[in-house]
């Protein structure tokens, strides 16, 4: 058997040649998956520049499919209808919510949740344009991990500019709105 690197030949008994693909890909199969599961980017929710923020979808198989084959195919076929960039907005309120809970200007009691999530929603769909899908990926549990990022020039700033002004009680306008 006969192996072409760089156009010269190395003449190597096949039993070897096979040995040594099977080590290339034992060792390539278990660093670069865990290289690439275990990259910021694919795991961090949140802003991961100034102009972009990543959400982190997940999609569940149905409760009836059995198998690894039909319960990814399920996760699949359940993300070609949903809505994506909804998700990621309820994603990027919650990140809102939290950092204007963060700042100790606000007395939590006094907060009602809902009408703060509403007030966002309204806010962010009228400054967010639509997204991308950067990666998708199957977790342990057959669920489709779905990386969607939203580019934006100074979205970051933006965004933190609009958690410090919505409105948190229920006599604001974008409350009544809805």
């Known amino acids: ?12 008994k096949p039993g070897l040649a096979v040995i040594y693909a ?7 199969g278990s660093s670069c998956s865990l290289q690439t599961r275990s990259a910021l980017e694919i795991k ?8 972009c923020y990543q ?3 997940k999609i569940a198989p149905n409760d009836n499919a059995q198998g690894l084959v039909a319960k990814r195919e399920s996760a699949y076929l ?21 950092k204007r809970l963060q700042k100790n200007d ?3 009691k006094e907060i009602n949740l809902s009408v703060l999530r509403i007030n966002l929603l309204s806010k962010l769909d009228d400054l967010v344009g639509d997204g ?4 998708a990926y199957y977790d342990e549990t057959n669920s489709l991990i779905i990386g969607y990022r939203i ?14 002004e919505v409105e948190l009680r229920q006599g604001s306008a974008a409350g009544r709105r809805r």
């Open 44 to 51: 961090t929710s949140g802003f991961i520049s100034e102009n």
């Open 132 to 135: 991308s899908i950067a990666f």
């Open 151 to 164: 580019f934006k020039n100074g979205f970051k700033q933006k965004i933190d500019a609009l958690a410090d």
């Open 1 to 12: 058997m006969m192996i072409s690197i760089n156009k010269a030949r190395i003449h190597m």
């Open 78 to 98: 359940k993300s070609k209808t949903a809505a994506l960039k909804e998700m990621a907005l309820d994603n990027l309120s919650n990140y809102c919510m939290e």
């Open 22 to 28: 099977l080590a290339l890909l034992a060792a390539c």
């Open 106 to 108: 606000i007395n939590r």
């Open 55 to 57: 959400a982190i979808l």
